[in-house]
């Protein structure tokens, strides 16, 4: 049979085509009114896309960029710094910290954990404990697990109510158009988005918004950043520029992305982010509702919506899971990273995805298991359970149990 090549990993994730078509026509040079009205229009829509009223910066790289630019812009060596971790990402803040000579504090849980709030509040103590700095992730996507960024930022301000400095940033690469947040409401300092998530483009653009508080801290001694000096962004986009050469055509893509947003909500770019989230949402429901139905457990102990995580049946390397999607059916899912490898494979619903993608994976997911499983596997089983939590979901007033 033919076979169409699609993606299911959380990022890169499949591409929207107005954005590649957007993306193939952006012959401008990036110093001229064109480029300008472009760039500024972009960073006004994230903020709408982000739901916040902080300034947005967009720099050509990938997320981790943006994370080693807010190590380097609000932190220098010696400074005391928290960093939640329970996964490969979280380490990824615990090793930029420390390359920038940070003294790190971890409140950290098991892979497939999320982290406790008791353990943050114990770090933090009453007035911030002296850190300067609280990194976390809001999907920590190696392992499938949500973190209760809400619930972190009401102990940062509570924290810093009673004399402390805790600036407060997030990792949101993953989280951004999948999960709701209340940017400036929770008091976040700093949450960073990557341009291979839900907005459907290749990666090479990471977004930031930056919080008053945050520009106020790198008017204080800090680490050295060229590249990623914030404050240099800052002064150029407000002229509609980039302090360095932009990817262009990615940033002609991002803004195509944005406009089918908003057009999928007649126009309302709020409304089209909320229906994007949603999506993520019942697609997450429906492939862990097919999961259980089929016998199989879940990795993660709080699923995030961005993708779902889940263990192969006992005695079963999940690389073989994951071969066999591909050579069957061409779909690229993920294999668990690190010593997790073996250990589960990951399904994303984020970005360009409906529910007949939705369907179809878990169709797959069942045809592929009862090839390689050692246990029976009840063909339907998974489907059915998928479209009756699809239809409670898109009824008013109901969910899925999973």
Request: net charge neutral; hydrophobic share 45%; charged share 20%.
């Amino acid at each position: 049979m033919l076979k169409k090549n699609r993606l299911f990993t959380p990022g890169p994730t499949p591409l929207l085509p107005p954005a590649q078509v957007a993306m193939a026509a952006a012959n401008v040079h990036h110093r001229t009114g064109d480029f300008k009205a472009l760039l500024l229009k972009t960073l006004s829509d994230l903020q709408t896309f982000i739901g916040t009223n902080h300034d947005v910066l967009l720099l050509s790289c990938s997320g981790t960029g943006a994370m080693e630019a807010s190590v380097a812009n609000l932190t220098k060596a010696g400074d005391k710094v928290l960093v939640l971790s329970a996964g490969r990402f979280g380490e990824r803040w615990r090793d930029l910290t420390q390359t920038y000579g940070c003294q790190v504090e971890l409140a950290s849980a098991p892979y497939g954990q999320s982290v406790a709030l008791e353990a943050v509040r114990q770090r933090l103590g009453v007035d911030g404990n002296g850190f300067r700095c609280l990194y976390m992730q809001a999907t920590e996507s190696s392992t499938g697990v949500r973190h209760d960024v809400e619930g972190v930022a009401r102990l940062v301000r509570q924290a810093n109510a009673n004399g402390g400095e805790v600036l407060f940033v997030v990792d949101a690469i993953t989280g951004l158009g999948t999960t709701r947040f209340d940017v400036d409401g929770w008091g976040v300092d700093i949450i960073i988005g990557g341009s291979q998530k839900a907005l459907m483009i290749p990666p090479g653009l990471a977004y930031l918004s930056v919080s008053e508080r945050a520009w106020k801290r790198m008017d204080e001694p800090h680490s050295p950043a060229y590249y990623f000096d914030l404050r240099k962004e800052r002064k150029s986009a407000a002229k509609g520029e980039t302090a360095y050469t932009p990817a262009i055509a990615l940033v002609a893509a991002l803004a195509a992305a944005l406009d089918f947003i908003a057009q999928s909500a007649g126009g309302d770019l709020a409304a089209g982010r909320e229906a994007l989230i949603q999506t993520a949402e019942i697609s997450a429901a429906m492939t862990r509702a097919a999961a259980q139905a089929l016998g199989l457990q879940l990795y993660a102990s709080i699923p995030a919506n961005a993708l779902t995580a889940i263990v192969p049946p006992k005695n079963l390397d999940s690389g073989l899971i994951v071969k066999e999607f591909r050579e069957r059916f061409d779909a690229v899912v993920a294999n668990g990273q690190g010593e997790m490898r073996g250990k589960m494979f990951r399904i994303a619903h984020l970005g360009y995805y409906d529910y007949l993608d939705a369907i179809g994976i878990v169709g797959a997911m069942e045809l592929v298991l009862a090839r390689v499983s050692p246990a029976p596997v009840e063909l339907g089983a998974g489907l059915r359970a998928a479209q009756e939590c699809y239809a409670r979901m898109t009824t008013p007033a109901t969910t899925c149990i999973a």
